[in-house]
């Protein structure tokens, strides 16, 4: 099977396997903030989940550029297998401790790496350029629909099979996606001048990706001001689940509010697919992280149920539009032989960035914020933000949707980042429309 009914296939199964993701990661994010009343080891699991990336992110997409890119993908899934099995030892054993769940997130992220760059860089072989907006947006839709569900379930999942079950059924889904792997056929590109031009040995292509971007300013100007929004956003979205618990103070509120908020993002997926976003399609990136962040900041603000749902489901609504049209934009401008080691430096700018977010954002709610709430000097917030549990991580939430909106202004003020697609010429693609 190839084309596009290869491309939802992969879709599908990627679909699977984040459910069985987010149904773990929840469930083990509840038994640890309940035995630790902290969010820091919360952040923490986060950051050695993205901290791989800054290493092996490179080599990663030299890699899916040389070799099969469906041989890569099956590969980092019986790597999660083999993870998540060892976590599920240590759990079922009663021998857990903390730095297990943050090896198993590091390996974990070692496979995220591995497999991110192959299955990006087979977008471009599996879809047309004609689809591509909205094969985009759909892929968008994966996640969001995981965590649509996965909060729904989780609660209940952890009263009932607890850690164990939902690792067990994890592991299952990467059994799945697995079984999917085998049925598709990824093609090769054909190699390009650019490609051809950067022929080097694996070690040397490890840096190819950034060497293309630098030569083309327009493209790692607007790379670097996504990466510089996601440093705004990240600390207090990771920051999520404490925020939601503390402000609510009820596990069974969370799961309805976490999967409420995911909807979000699904119905967003849905609406730019539907759509296809502007032309230029800068125009849905800019305007879209601008609305993440008034929503954000309004998240921030709420105070009761019914407003941090609504908010931060208009904040995850606005993801889908810039993350597709993001990778349109990029797809359109990299050649298919080079995209493996773009996206694998993509990835890796990123990697640089995230991981000081989540780094952040647990001691910066523990030991700032959420202390600040009991000190005279809160009086000058109390009005904006409240005074109660959860006050403190709500003024972060603020902070960084406000800083998020002035750097889109600054952003679209900037020639080189508002006009990228009229200054760089699109580059034809061969994917297969069957």
Do not use: C
Not at 172 to 198: H, K
């Amino acid at each position: 099977m190839s084309g596009l009914r290869a491309y939802y296939l992969l879709v599908i199964a990627q679909a699977v396997s984040l459910l069985g993701s987010q149904l773990a990661a929840l469930t083990v994010s509840i038994d640890i903030f309940k035995q630790t009343g902290q969010a820091t080891p919360v952040a923490l699991v986060a950051f050695f989940s993205v901290a791989p990336a800054m290493v092996l992110s490179g080599l990663a997409g030299a890699m899916a550029d040389r070799f099969s890119r469906r041989g890569i993908m099956l590969a980092a899934n019986l790597g999660f297998i083999a993870t998540n099995s060892l976590l599920l030892l240590s759990y079922a054993s009663g021998a857990f401790e903390l730095w297990h769940l943050y090896t198993a997130a590091f390996a974990n992220g070692l496979f995220v790496a591995l497999e991110r760059p192959a299955f990006q860089a087979s977008i471009a072989m599996l879809v047309p350029d004609s689809h591509r907006d909205r094969a985009n947006a759909i892929a968008q839709m994966t996640s969001p629909a995981a965590g649509v569900i996965a909060p729904a379930l989780a609660g209940l999942l952890y009263a009932l099979i607890g850690v164990v079950g939902a690792l067990t059924l994890n592991i299952s889904s990467f059994v799945l996606a697995i079984v999917a792997l085998s049925l598709v056929r990824i093609p090769m590109p054909a190699e390009t001048d650019a490609g051809r031009a950067m022929r080097a040995s694996i070690w040397r292509q490890y840096f190819d990706g950034f060497r293309f971007l630098l030569q083309r300013p327009a493209l790692i100007s607007l790379v670097g001001y996504i990466s510089v929004a996601n440093l705004l956003i990240n600390p207090v979205i990771v920051l999520q689940v404490p925020y939601i618990l503390t402000r609510l103070n009820s596990e069974a509120t969370l799961g309805l509010v976490m999967g409420i908020v995911n909807a979000g993002a699904t119905l967003g997926a849905v609406a730019m697919g539907v759509w296809g976003g502007t032309r230029p399609r800068i125009h849905t990136v800019l305007a879209g992280i601008a609305f993440e962040g008034f929503f954000l900041a309004l998240g921030g603000l709420s105070r009761d149920p019914a407003t941090i749902t609504a908010s931060l489901f208009m904040f995850m609504f606005a993801i889908p539009f810039v993350n597709a049209a993001a990778i349109s934009i990029l797809q359109a401008k990299v050649p298919p032989d080079l995209q493996g080691r773009v996206f694998a430096s993509l990835a890796q700018i990123a990697a640089l960035f995230t991981p000081v977010a989540f780094l952040m954002a647990g001691p910066l709610a523990d030991r700032v914020f959420e202390p600040a709430v009991h000190t005279p000097a809160w009086q000058t917030f109390s009005w904006l933000v409240g005074a109660g549990a959860g006050a403190g991580i709500g003024l972060m939430f603020v902070i960084g949707g406000a800083l998020t909106i002035l750097l889109t202004i600054a952003a679209y003020a900037l020639p080189i980042i508002r006009r990228v697609e009229a200054v760089l010429p699109d580059h034809r693609t061969t994917a297969q429309a069957a």
